[in-house]
């Protein structure tokens, strides 16, 4: 089993739409907890950024982190076609100097005009 | 466009050539950080540096040389590459400082989309 599970889709969804990105984990020692989105032939870009658990929301972007469940989930409300883009979870603990990430395999999101 | 500068943003390499790949960047951040991404993969880590020393080398072959001259600059030495190595070499910076008041996110650059012929 991977430390970090994301259903790689594609996702297709019409404009206007509310669209719901999850990623499940078993690492119960992961406390931050991360959401990049990614277009082709570009870096990651940090979309969210969460401490533990409960929402957090940034414009059309809400994030939620259930620790009781492992499980993360990246809400994207009013979808347009420019969030076209593959969406990569990643986390990671809070021990000593650990910097490394684990990520998930990412979800391919296409949003129709 | 990201605060993180790397250069080349294209590199095609012949397997005898030796070539840097630089990153920059200018947002005060003290740990710098060099990730190799294949098509459809998550990006996979290669080296840590913290406040300009190596503190993490996830295992990569010798033919990879990184460096961090300064706080604000990282380069990656390629020497001797294989098919294999071809990928988008992703630089990565943050925060220096660990702990829970400190923990910081990474911030990518765009990458160098590296090919070996």
């Known amino acids: 089993q991977k430390e970090v599970e994301q259903d790689p889709g594609p996702l297709s969804v019409p404009e206007g739409a509310i669209v719901s990105l999850n990623c499940t984990y078993s690492?119960?020692?992961?406390?931050?907890f991360m959401w990049y989105r990614q277009y082709s032939r570009k870096g990651p870009e940090l979309l969210m950024y969460t401490y533990s658990s409960g929402n957090k929301e940034d414009g059309r972007f809400t994030a939620q982190v259930d620790k009781s469940s492992k499980y993360i989930s990246l809400f994207i409300r009013d979808s347009q076609p420019s969030d076209s883009a593959t969406y990569l979870c990643?986390?990671?603990?809070?021990?000593?100097?650990?910097?490394?990430?684990?990520w998930g395999l990412g979800t391919s999101l296409g949003v129709n005009p | 466009d990201t605060e993180v500068t790397q250069t080349p943003k294209h590199l095609v390499m012949g397997m005898t050539n030796k070539k840097s790949l630089k990153c920059e960047q200018h947002m005060g951040h003290r740990a710098m950080y060099w990730y190799k991404q294949k098509a459809k993969k998550p990006p996979e880590l290669m080296f840590v540096?913290?406040?300009?020393?190596?503190?993490i080398n996830e295992s990569v072959p010798s033919r990879f040389s990184p460096e961090c001259p300064n706080s604000s600059l990282l380069n990656l030495h390629l020497h001797a590459l294989q098919p294999e190595d071809s990928a988008l070499y992703l630089c990565?910076?943050?925060?220096?400082?660990?702990?829970?008041?400190?923990?910081?996110?990474?911030?990518f650059g765009d990458g160098t989309r590296l090919s070996i012929l």
């Open positions: 690492n119960s020692a992961f406390q931050y």
């Open positions: 540096y913290s406040y300009e020393k190596l503190s």
């Open positions: 990565a910076s943050s925060q220096g400082r660990q702990g829970a008041r400190g923990n910081q996110p990474q911030h």
């Open positions: 990643a986390m990671r603990t809070n021990a000593g100097n650990n910097r490394k990430l684990i």
